[in-house]
C-alpha cells in the first residue's frame, strides 16, 4: 500500500505534503496549505472583538467621539515597525507630543463652541483616548 504509484487516502506522504506539487486535495485549501486555516479560523474572534471596541466607541462622550478620529490619524501615522507605539515602555514625553498633535488637528478641522475649551482642559482626554488606540493597535499586531 505504500508503493509510488498506488494510490492510498490514508497514506500521507510527510515530505511533499505541504508542497504546492504535493498537496492531495488542492481544492480544500483554496488559501494555501493547512497551516493557514487557523489563521482563517481565528479571524471572526478578531472581527468581534474589532466591532465590539467600535460598539463600546459609540457611547464615549461627545467631546471623545470628536476628537477618536484625529487620535486614530495620529496612530496610523505611527504604525511603523521600530515606532515608539510599539516601544515595550514609551514615554511620556513622545505621548505628550502625540497628544498635543492630535489637538492640534483637531483645532483646524473642527469647529467648537464658544468659549473654545483650552489645551489644559483636553489633555487628560486626549492622553487617554490615544493609550486606548495605541494599546488597541498593539494587541491587533502582537495577535495579528
Known amino acids: ?5 498506488e494510490w492510498n487516502p490514508y497514506y500521507m506522504d510527510q ?4 508542497t504546492p506539487q504535493g498537496r492531495m486535495y488542492p481544492w480544500l485549501y ?3 496549505t493547512r497551516l493557514n486555516c487557523w489563521n482563517l479560523w481565528n479571524s471572526p474572534e478578531r472581527m468581534e472583538d474589532e466591532m465590539d471596541s467600535r460598539r463600546l466607541q459609540e457611547l464615549y462622550p461627545i467631546m471623545a467621539r470628536r476628537l477618536q478620529p484625529y487620535v486614530e490619524e495620529v496612530c496610523g501615522r505611527l504604525e511603523y515597525p521600530g515606532s515608539m507605539m510599539y516601544d515595550e515602555y514609551p514615554d511620556r514625553l513622545s505621548l505628550l507630543h502625540q497628544a498635543k498633535a492630535v489637538w492640534q ?3 483646524a478641522q473642527e469647529n467648537f463652541e464658544e468659549p473654545r475649551p483650552q489645551w489644559e ?3 487628560d482626554l486626549i492622553g487617554v483616548l490615544l493609550l486606548q488606540e495605541m494599546l488597541r493597535r498593539r ?3 502582537r495577535t495579528g
Open 1 to 5: 500500500m505504500r508503493n509510488q504509484g
Open 15 to 18: 515530505g511533499a505534503m505541504f
Open 30 to 32: 483554496p488559501y494555501g
Open 105 to 107: 488637528a483637531a483645532l
Open 121 to 123: 482642559q483636553m489633555q
Open 139 to 141: 494587541k491587533k499586531k
